[in-house]
């Protein structure tokens, strides 16, 4: 507690001293351009990693980034989203999971958590549909690290799913007012990984326009876990023509239609574990 206060203290008399301005403007309202979703995790902080000014950000948090499916929760989740959208006007919504998520680890062994902590067994029935995608389509090929990273990496796309659950974001899609956005934060180097549509693949988020999907489907094209530190790519936005008529495709190169990350497992094993959830 003593380093709160002092903390506190630098605060008052450094950064908003200098700031007063800025303090003074918030006061009369907040204008948020992002709604940002992520874990409650200590190790994330969403104005750091994106260095967004204060205001800029209206943050849900809770364990593992969930959004329980509209009218399967009277939790605070579905209020928060409610009120960014329709009272704030907010046009863009990030999931953000990350790296060693424990929630996630714990959705893996469910069946350990419900005596010692059964109210996080009983949030994390909100993503059952990330267990059972993942208990069936990886766990017999993927282990450990690799297991809990595509765990991390679905889990995201279901929160997606789940978002277009509710009235408002249906409607603010339809009206071409609200985008969508899924992220993956690796604590250990820094580095943030985004969903591509067209691809079907978390990597190194760029500018490119891309024409939504209703369906968020993973095709991990390598471990996420252990992917090198990310340039952006240089690409040029795809033409209409391009993305109505282009199928997609893996980032990475394929033997023998399974991508080369997979190529160590049996022909049959490499297929399901790239085609995912999809096939």
């Known amino acids: 507690m003593k380093k709160l206060l002092e903390g506190l203290h630098r605060f008052q008399s450094g950064y908003f001293s200098s700031h007063k301005e800025l303090f003074e403007q918030l006061a009369h309202g907040q204008h948020p ?5 992520t874990c409650a995790d200590s190790r994330i902080d969403p ?5 967004a000014d204060i205001g800029e950000l209206f943050v849900i948090r809770n364990a593992g980034n969930i959004i329980p499916p509209y009218g399967s929760a009277n939790g605070g989740e579905g209020a928060s989203l409610e009120y960014a959208l329709d009272a704030l006007g907010i046009e863009q919504i990030v999931v953000c ?12 062994k469910m069946n350990s958590l419900e005596d010692k902590m059964p109210l996080v067994y009983n949030w994390l029935k909100h993503a059952e549909a990330t267990r059972r995608l993942v208990k069936e389509n990886y766990s017999e090929f993927l282990e450990g690290e690799d297991l809990l ?8 796309l279901n ?7 509710y009235p408002s974001v249906r409607s603010k ?22 969903y591509d549509p067209l691809l079907h693949d978390f990597i190194a988020p760029h500018s490119r326009l891309t024409i939504p999907e209703a ?8 471990r996420l876990h252990n992917l090198a ?22 980032v990475a190169s394929e033997t023998n239609g399974h991508s080369q990350a997979y190529s160590h497992l049996p022909p049959e094993q490499a297929d399901r574990i790239y085609r995912g959830s999809s096939h």
């Open 33 to 37: 351009r992002i709604l940002f979703i």
């Open 149 to 156: 990273e595509i765990t991390i990496a679905e889990n995201v």
């Open 97 to 108: 999971g990350h790296s060693h998520c424990g929630a996630m680890k714990g959705l893996l």
């Open 159 to 165: 929160q997606l799913d789940n978002l277009q659950t």
């Open 173 to 194: 899609q339809h009206q071409q007012k609200l985008s969508l956005h899924g992220w993956i934060y690796r604590i250990e180097t820094g580095e943030v990984l985004a």
């Open 229 to 250: 530190p990310f340039t952006v790519p240089e690409m040029s936005p795809p033409s209409l023509s391009e993305t109505k008529t282009s199928a997609p495709v893996s």
């Open 47 to 51: 104005n750091l990693i994106t260095q």
């Open 215 to 222: 369906e968020y489907v993973l095709h991990p094209s390598v």
